[in-house]
């Protein structure tokens, strides 16, 4: 293969991606994962954790934005922080537990320089001896580098790292909804994050994953022996958890199925598939839980809440919800061959234990590496990403139902989940956002 020169060649970049098609550069070129980095993780904005995970004053989380390491923080004001993870003196990480209580103050383990919560320094050590070196007028002495921008929205944090780019409610627009529909499934309309994360970490381009949430035709293949096995199991194990076998059942659901549940692709790579129904939608009803959430939210409300249960809810480019079974996918890009997943679930505050379990259990059922349906997906996902960088032909094809106008209308509601307009939405927004240079860049 001819190597690119993507970083200073605008051209090739905008040729990579054509009429439903995707140039296997996209999955493969260790320079376009790193413009990605730039173009579309920083300046997008990237989910950082929920408030449940830092109740109290100094507790902390750490995670990695874009390949930078940050930090989300409760302040003594009982706000919510995020942080960039290293010192302003000599670039150390200032925590790196997953999670923690720093007390009244974030201080580096390397020189015992202090911050406050929201980055300003407090204190260096020898201080005396920076007296008139022109320190206090220097990049250091501003503290700790901070995130372009931050909002919370309904208890989830996120963070934008670019200085510069959209605002909040700008590029998440309507897709926020879902998230109010999650935190509606609380009387209280509160969540609390689970304990527990599943993280794994696969051999494939994140936008392979992303691409499969949204895929509504490899279920009936691809999960057919756990759909099957399930069935089975129901049949002769009449003691078996019924919780698990309503969420596994449903993967042997028929192209036809998929071809009535709805979708809809949003500005900015969003997407919603399954507004009509979804794999989740007969779950068993929890006895009292209705009458709850009619007594908080209305009647109206509560039965709008319920009756939404999206397959998949996309706020690119690296978070999926799952309103009902309350859960989400985070992904972490790590290298343009390698990916970190974590996925959490969450109760929603003042409803039966019941959701919690129901998110706890369909995360190990079909997201652990090891359940009975990741695997399957894993193993595709990392032949692929070997596969393409072998010889044949260089284009990957998502024109299913494709229309030359579509890109006309970046907000569009229609019947066929299995139509992938809601992948080629995605690489809309990708091919955007590549082709916007950051000024000086």
């Not at 106008?405 to 992948?423: A, H, K």
Request: glycine share 8%.
């Amino acid at each position: 293969m001819t190597k690119v020169d993507y970083r200073n060649d605008s051209q090739a970049i905008a040729g990579l991606v054509r009429d439903g098609r995707v140039h296997r550069d996209v999955y493969l070129d260790p320079t376009l994962f790193e413009l990605e980095m730039e173009r579309v993780f920083a300046r997008g904005w990237q989910y950082v954790g929920h408030e449940s995970q830092v109740p109290n004053a100094g507790d902390y989380i750490t995670t990695t934005l874009a390949g930078t390491p940050v930090i989300l923080v409760r302040d003594a004001d009982k706000s919510v922080r995020v942080v960039i993870n290293r010192c302003a003196h000599k670039g150390a990480q200032l925590v790196f537990e997953d999670q923690g209580n720093a007390g009244r103050m974030l201080r580096c383990p390397y020189h015992a320089w202090s911050y406050k919560f929201d980055g300003s320094l407090l204190a260096v050590s020898l201080k005396a001896g920076y007296e008139n070196t022109g320190f206090w007028e220097s990049e250091a002495a501003g503290g700790l580098p901070l995130p372009g921008a931050t909002a919370s929205y309904r208890g989830f944090v996120f963070a934008r790292l670019a200085k510069e780019g959209p605002s909040f409610t700008d590029y998440f627009g309507e897709v926020l909804s879902a998230l109010d529909n999650m935190a509606d499934r609380s009387p209280t309309g509160q969540l609390q994050i689970g304990k527990s994360c599943i993280r794994s970490v696969i051999r494939c381009n994140w936008k392979m994953y992303l691409e499969n949430i949204n895929d509504t035709v490899h279920p009936i293949s691809t999960h057919e022996s756990a759909a099957v096995t399930a069935r089975k199991v129901g049949e002769h194990f009449v003691e078996t958890d019924p919780t698990a076998l309503e969420q596994l059942l449903p993967f042997g659901s028929g192209y036809d199925f998929y071809t009535k549940m709805g979708a809809r692709t949003l500005p900015n790579g969003h997407s919603i598939l399954g507004t009509k129904f979804s794999i989740h939608s007969e779950y068993a009803d929890v006895p009292g839980y209705r009458d709850q959430l009619v007594a908080a939210h209305g009647e109206a409300r509560a039965d709008e809440v319920l009756a939404y249960a999206p397959q998949n809810v996309v706020f690119y480019p690296g978070l999926a919800t799952k309103g009902s079974p309350q859960v989400i996918r985070v992904l972490r890009p790590l290298a343009a061959n390698l990916t970190q997943l974590e996925v959490w679930a969450f109760q929603p505050v003042g409803a039966p234990d019941t959701m919690l379990k129901r998110g706890e259990t369909y995360s190990r059922l079909v997201f652990s590496p090891m359940s009975v349906v990741a695997h399957d997906d894993v193993h595709l996902f990392e032949s692929q990403q070997k596969a393409l960088a072998s010889a044949g032909n260089p284009w990957v094809n998502l024109q299913r139902q494709y229309r030359a106008d579509e890109t006309v209308q970046p907000d569009q509601q229609f019947e066929d989940g299995n139509n992938e307009l809601v992948m080629r939405n995605q690489y809309k927004a990708w091919h955007d956002m590549m082709m916007s240079p950051a000024t000086g860049e």
